[in-house]
């Protein structure tokens, strides 16, 4: 088959998939590699662009971590992690909202834009998008998202634009902002907004059974089998609050999660307009 037919092969087989999701919302968690490479950066917002042009409403929901890291190490305050969660005292909360809300943010919208996308840049404070409360003492400044308004996010997709939200917590608690997980916020926003699906891009295949061995992917996991995965182990250390988040979002009734290696490129075009499942799918048992 010649690379022009193959190219029309690839668009008659993405056809019933954009029909199939034409109108309906999916949210994509970014972060890892797939925020560091410049390769993998371009490849998400063009793939988020042109999901956007074909009528699929995307939300991005992104983290930041290394950048904030360095933003410490400049101003040479120690980072602290307690249970793999980053302890946030006052400074470290002050650092995340400029550095996630600032410029991590403006930094992608800006890139989507050039790129042809129409971007608009939120924060959880921003029309208290995300109301929160402190987790726990022993974490800092790290919040449990207690509600939820989705209107800022659907009147920026209602008018045709693509929202990119950072997950900083307005709090309801106190007179503060709080610094909340990003899977968490993904898979929250996914539920508010009745998403057909949440997408989360990290730096593994999916769930691997053999976490040593890549061909071990399993494809397709049922939320009930969570549990006994979690006590054979093969989900295990930080994949456990992932899964968690996947599973909340399920039962808040979003039709499937995606969890996809954000270092191949176009993971997610492959992912929802392709015949080629390829990273671990979650669903409902009687679905």
Known sequence: ?????????????????????????????YGGNAMISDELRK????????????GIRVVMVHGGGPEINDMLKKIGHQSRFVDGMRYTDEVTMEVVQSVLCGKVNKNLVAQLNRLGGRAIGLCGMDGALFQAECLDEKYGLVGN????????????????????????????????????NADIAAAKLAVA?????????????????????EETLIHVVRTEDVPG?????????????????????ITGGVERVHILDGRIPHSILIELLSDKGIGTMLKREDR
Request: net charge negative; proline share 5%.
């Open 229 to 249: 995965l979690v006590d054979e182990g093969v989900i295990s250390g930080g994949m456990i609050p992932k899964m968690e988040c996947c599973v909340d979002a």
């Open 145 to 180: 998202i207690t509600g939820v308004n989705p209107d800022p996010v659907e009147n920026a997709m209602a008018n045709g634009y693509i929202p990119v939200v950072s997950t900083v917590a307005q709090g309801t608690d106190a007179e503060t902002a709080y610094n909340i």
């Open 1 to 29: 088959m010649s690379s022009h037919e193959q190219q029309a092969q690839t668009l008659v087989e993405a056809l019933p998939y954009i029909q199939k999701f034409t109108g309906k919302t999916i949210v994509v968690k």
């Open 43 to 54: 490849a998400v917002m063009s793939d988020i662009i042109l999901l956007n042009l074909v």
């Open 193 to 213: 907004l009745k998403a057909e699906k949440l997408i989360l891009l990290t730096d593994v295949r999916g769930l691997l059974r053999d976490p040593k061995d």
